[in-house]
C-alpha cells in the first residue's frame, strides 16, 4: 500500500523535477510593522485615486 503523501511534500517534489530552487527570506521582528503598514497602504491609496478620479469625473459631468 502506498504510503500518503502530503501537498507539501507533493509541491516539493514538483519542484525539485522541474530543476527549481527556492529561496527564503527572513526579516527582522522589528520590521513587522513597517510592512504591515505598506501593505496596507498600497491598496488605500489606490482606492483613494479612484474615488478622487470618480469625484472630479462625477463633479465634471459625463461628457457625450
Not at 22 to 33: D, E, H, K, L, T
Amino acid at each position: 500500500m502506498r504510503a500518503v503523501r502530503r501537498p507539501a511534500e507533493r509541491c516539493l517534489d514538483a519542484i525539485d523535477a522541474m530543476h527549481l530552487s527556492q529561496r527564503v527570506a527572513c526579516q527582522p521582528a522589528g520590521r513587522y510593522w513597517a510592512f504591515q503598514w505598506a501593505e496596507t497602504g498600497a491598496p488605500v491609496l489606490l482606492s483613494a485615486a479612484v474615488v478622487a478620479g470618480c469625484a472630479v469625473r462625477l463633479r465634471h459631468g459625463v461628457p457625450t
